[in-house]
């Protein structure tokens, strides 16, 4: 049987898991494929968990480790090394007189490939929302995933600041947000855990009052269903969005690589 998981810490509320159980069991797959989470609190974990798990062909990555992680793979998808963090990786095994040759030795005999599928769920997933007049950018976050938001956004040519919860750079505090700079960005995205449950009054701090019904509010949370970010985004007349679709399509591209 082939082994596919999670890895990350805390893994509470693994979309992943349940997301790819239900997948194996609805097209008839369980007796050929399962899936499991790993909490991992340290990624020095990861070669023995691999090592433990010889049937692993690949393997989720959520926060904290998508960006660490890179310093485990033999070989990087150019797309995630641009966005540098990765949230996909493919287990390869590999035959000892091939990886002679090859210069790829090791000790596992497997090859770690990573990947990033949060670029492709979230553009896919943001697309059909655009107009002509979103040509700006708020991103909310400095983590993994607002990387791979900034990587989609200049893709799109979409130009964007970021902020953070300090002024690093070129990065904004949301003490500098004005309502002034709410009103010229019309896309804003929250790729930050705030709001997540069980802490769901919390909201990261911009000022909602500025917004219209020409803005788009993209929550990369998806539990609870609507945040209070996405609710006053709601009230103000704004397109909100949650990441379930984003989720839903990056596990399915996931799927893809692991089995091309």
Known sequence: ???????????????????????????????????????MPNLSELPELIKRNPDLCGLNVTVPHKIGVMYYLDKIDPAAKEIDAVNCIKIVNSHPVEAFFSGELSSLQVRLEGYNTDAYGFEMSLKPLLKNHHPKALILGAGGAARAVAYVLNKLGISFKSVSRRSIKKQLSYEQITPDMIKERLLIINTTPVGTYPNITQAPEIPYDALTSKHILYDLVYNPEETEFLKRGREHGAITKNGLEMLHIQAEKAWEIWNS
């Open 1 to 39: 049987m082939k082994k596919f998981g999670l890895i990350g810490y805390p893994l509470t509320h693994s979309f992943s898991e349940k997301y790819f159980t239900e997948k194996f069991k609805k097209e008839g797959l369980e007796e050929e494929f399962s899936y499991e989470a790993f909490p």
